[in-house]
């Protein structure tokens, strides 16, 4: 017997929005739990023959080989803008896309900008690893003052490549969002030796249903997922998840920084 | 609904024009001399005469209003953009990406003068841009050349036909001198063509999904989407090739000109048969793909060589040598910088041929 | 006599598909009964998989799912509780 079922997806079962395809991502990687809280949020939702979901640039580019579910790749960066042309063609459709740090804060940083204050009712999760994962480890606007990567070999500096961008910030500083929200992803270390807590997954789960509830409520979604790249950080999986909760946390901390539907009171 | 009788400048022709063949949206930004288009249809959206026109929006960049449209298209939607030299370079990473995944789309360029910024005079430089491709990964873009205030209302019918028969950008290409124009005409009958998109991304059905991508990473695989690209092309080039001729019967001499330089040609033509010299004029209208073959058989009939009259140092004269291949000489006619010939300057130039 | 049933027949039950585990470890540090471990054998995909054993280290598995929503995977493919 399962333990707690819904009519079609089980608790704790494989989503029907998964292809069955396993996936590219190293091991360890956030990328892999969101695709997860993804599919399963939208077969929650028994959504899959209303949605588009827009594969952007970076490790989640091959998005559409795990999801069944009707897509479209944008150029890198671009992913909001396709989004939008999408969406605005067809209100009534649920359109999503994972973008990666580089992606959504680098180069495709005016087209979030302008999706998000012009409210467009889309949904779009930033994984940031902090990093260039899919290129192979070079810097992104994201990385942590002083972290080595292959383009920042003697560590970021400020002078020469300015601070970590705050995305989640300034996409809430805008009055266009209807649902901004930072969630601290990986699983994180406790007190106790080699013993982690999944709250991150747990958050992560509210907020991917949270964001599809804000876009079907018309109003522009953008979660942040704090992860991490061990292997462009060089370090092993848990060394990685030690790091992040030690380094990425404070810098860019979790909250709900707009919730203009009072989803999270519900 | 627009009278009969108008007199309109040929971007705001171009905007009615894409309105009667049921433009569905809109994406651009402003940009000198192509803002007419975006500032005619500003004033339609949500119009009843227009219902299928539901969607105008302006673009925080050309970067970003080429990847409206392909979130558009990717719906099997009518979605048009106009824009200039500038703006069009900043579209082509999207027209590259709208090529590798097949997607509809009119791009009308306005073509200004020059590199960099120029200056707002008419000028054919983006030629080799929209024919041979501005972007990366080596594509064909269909290209469309209007020569009249008339033309710009009824090609967008022709381009949504052509980009939805092929899945293709098709790039409506003008210049500053032919938006600026104001001229009378008859608005012409323009048919809004219809198609059917079961390739369309608006939600999977049962096992049936629908993935837009331009990207195949195993490379026989994208060995296999180039091959067929190719092939389309080839077929489009079969299929497509249009052009127009002006006495080109017992011509020696023959004018080979598009857009302005082809009204232009048209007066110098007249002219000198009045004079009782020789002469004709063939304007592609297909600048891709290019009507070699009528051109080419030109030379069986009798044509003796061809004077290209271009806005630019020199582009289309590369084609009209390619399709001669050798037969006839070809001269190459040039102004720039924003500037226009006087059609007394071809009368000149065919003069100073026959001497 | 309930009591011995209890102790042959475990309450709860992790399935997994070892074809997909990466051998990342997640699942086996979230879990707060330690009934996961990775195996000596290499899958398919050259990891070492992670395999379910009813009894941990701290007790046995209570079907919290913690080990399913850790991992990236998919390859945690049920958490059941069984009735005797």
């Known amino acids: 017997m399962i333990a707690a079922s819904a009519p079609r997806e089980a608790k704790f079962g494989p989503s029907s929005i998964w292809t069955g395809t396993p996936t590219h991502y190293c091991a360890g990687c956030e990328h892999g739990t969101l695709t997860h809280l993804i599919a399963k949020a939208l077969a929650e939702r028994d959504a899959r023959e209303r949605t588009v979901m827009v594969s952007s640039v970076g490790c989640s580019v091959f998005a559409h080989e795990y999801l069944d579910l009707d897509s479209v790749q944008a150029p890198h960066g671009r992913a909001p803008a396709v989004m939008t042309g999408i969406k605005r063609a067809h209100p009534e459709l649920l359109v999503f896309s994972v973008q990666g740090d580089g992606d959504a804060a680098s180069i495709g940083l005016l087209e979030l900008l302008h999706a998000a204050n012009r409210g467009e009712p889309i949904t779009i999760f930033m994984v940031n690893n902090a990093i260039y994962g899919m290129t192979g480890g070079q810097m992104a606007p994201t990385t942590p003052v002083g972290m080595v990567t292959t383009t920042s070999p003697e560590g970021r500096s400020v002078p020469q490549a300015g601070y970590p961008l705050d995305t989640t910030k300034l996409v809430a500083s805008l009055e266009g969002p209807a649902y901004v929200r930072r969630v601290f992803f990986p699983i994180s270390p406790t007190p106790a030796p080699d013993f982690f807590n999944a709250r991150g997954a747990l958050e992560g789960m509210q907020a991917v249903r949270h964001a599809f509830d804000a876009q079907e409520k018309g109003g522009f979604a953008f979660v942040e997922f704090v992860s991490t790249c061990s292997v462009n950080w060089k370090m092993s999986v848990l060394d990685a998840k030690r790091y992040a909760a030690q380094v990425l946390a404070p810098l860019f901390p979790s909250g709900v920084l707009r919730d203009r539907f009072g989803l999270e009171r519900r | 609904m627009t009278a009969p009788r108008q007199f309109l400048k040929g971007n705001e022709a171009l905007a009615y024009g894409a309105l009667h063949a049921g433009l569905q949206s809109f994406y651009g930004y402003p940009i000198t001399p192509s803002s007419e288009v975006p500032e005619t249809l500003a004033t339609q959206v949500g119009r009843p005469e227009y219902p299928e026109f539901r969607t105008f929006l302006q673009a925080a960049s050309e970067v970003e209003a080429i990847n409206l449209m392909l979130g558009a298209a990717a719906t099997g939607e009518k979605t048009m953009t106009a824009t200039s030299g500038p703006g069009f370079s900043l579209m082509q990473e999207g027209i590259s990406y709208a090529h590798g995944a097949e997607l509809p789309m009119l791009i009308a360029n306005v073509n200004r003068a020059g590199p960099g910024l120029g200056n707002l005079g008419p000028e054919q430089t983006d030629y080799f841009a929209a024919v041979k491709g501005g972007g990366h990964g080596g594509y064909r873009n269909v290209v469309l050349a209007p020569d009249s205030v008339p033309e710009m209302a009824s090609f967008p019918s022709l381009g949504f036909s052509l980009a939805f028969r092929y899945r293709t950008p098709v790039i409506l290409l003008t210049d500053a001198f032919l938006g600026q124009l104001k001229e009378d005409l008859e608005f012409p009958t323009i048919e809004s063509p219809t198609f059917d998109t079961p390739w369309a991304a608006t939600g999977a059905r049962g096992t049936t999904r629908h993935v837009l991508s331009s990207m195949h990473i195993e490379l026989p695989e994208q060995n296999l989407v180039s091959r067929h690209l190719r092939d389309k092309f080839a077929e489009i080039t079969r299929r497509e090739q249009r052009s127009e001729e002006l006495e080109t019967r017992g011509a020696r001499v023959v004018f080979v000109a598009y857009g302005i330089c082809a009204r232009l040609a048209q007066r110098a033509v007249r002219v000198l048969r009045d004079r009782s010299v020789p002469v004709g004029l063939f304007r592609p209208i297909t600048l891709a793909p290019f009507p070699r073959d009528r051109l080419r058989a030109l030379v069986d009939e009798g044509v003796r060589s061809f004077v290209v009259v271009e806005l630019n140092t020199g582009q289309m004269v590369e084609d009209v040598r390619l399709a001669v291949d050798g037969a006839a000489p070809v001269r190459s006619m040039n102004q720039f910088g924003g500037l226009l010939p006087s059609y007394r300057d071809l009368v000149d130039e065919i003069g100073a041929l026959a001497a | ?84």
Request: overall charge neutral; charged content about 20%; aromatic content about 8%.
């Open chain 3, 1 to 84: 006599m309930a009591s011995a049933l209890l102790q042959v027949a475990p309450q709860a039950h992790v399935e997994v598909n070892a074809e997909l585990c990466k051998g990342c470890d997640l699942c086996v540090v979230v879990c707060p009964q330690q009934n996961l471990r990775l195996s000596d054998r290499f899958n398919r995909m050259g990891y070492h998989p992670v395999e379910f054993d009813v009894h941990g280290r701290k007790g046995d598995c209570t079907a919290c799912g913690l080990c399913y929503w850790a991992c990236p995977d998919f390859a945690i493919v049920s958490v059941e509780r069984r009735r005797q």
